[in-house]
């Protein structure tokens, strides 16, 4: 065998940029077959300020996301929680002087928008080490079936991800997936809702 035979089966070997096509990554089955076990909560045109019964909503939180019974004292009295139909987004946390504050819109205030933002104030509780430690768990479970599906039709939690906003794919993974189809790695990042 010569080199000269070697290149030319080396080079026919190679394909063109012609022969090239884009990879489709198939949705694997089992994805194709689950749903989130928290699906979407559409905005209620008929809740105001005045017919929103803001207990019902976290009672309905508590259920559905398996809050444990020692930590609902501390989303329902430490966190200072507010409807408001004035702010522009549906809903938000922040912290001021020590304190978290939750608003929400009344068209807004349902379980799965009380989750969310409640996920936020339990990230809230985690350090700055734990914070980047999140960031390198979340990033390995990238194929976790539940992950999966949410990336492909949460594109919120797209379009943060790639801006590395990771605070708001901890809460969309709390949202939607919940603890229960969490991947177990990720569970220790989920202060006071385990």
């Not at 884009?22 to 194709?32: A, F, N, W």
């Not at 019974?69 to 004035?86: A, C, G, H, P, Q």
């Not at 799965?112 to 936020?120: D, S, T």
């Not at 350090?127 to 594109?155: C, M, S």
């Amino acid at each position: 065998m010569s080199i000269k035979w070697f290149k030319k089966k080396t080079l026919q070997s190679i394909p063109t940029r012609t022969t090239i096509l884009t990879p489709v990554t198939p949705q694997p089955i089992q994805t194709r077959l689950l749903t989130l076990p928290h699906p979407e909560q559409q905005k209620n045109l008929s809740q105001s300020m005045t017919n929103v019964n803001i207990g019902e909503v976290f009672h309905a939180w508590y259920d559905s996301y398996n809050v444990p019974i020692e930590s609902r004292s501390y989303f329902r009295n430490t966190i200072v929680v507010e409807l408001n139909d004035k702010i522009p987004y549906p809903a938000g946390t922040w912290e001021a002087a020590g304190i978290r504050h939750l608003q929400v819109r009344p068209e807004w205030c349902n379980a799965g928008v009380l989750a969310h933002e409640q996920a936020h104030c339990s990230y809230a509780l985690l350090t700055e080490v734990e914070k980047l430690l999140f960031e390198t768990a979340y990033n390995r479970v990238q194929l976790d079936p539940y992950i999966v599906l949410l990336h492909g039709v949460n594109t919120y939690m797209n379009q943060t991800d790639r801006l590395g906003r990771h605070v708001e794919g901890h809460a969309e993974l709390y949202r939607y997936i919940g603890l229960e189809k969490l991947p177990e790695t990720l569970k220790q990042f989920y202060p006071k809702t385990l």
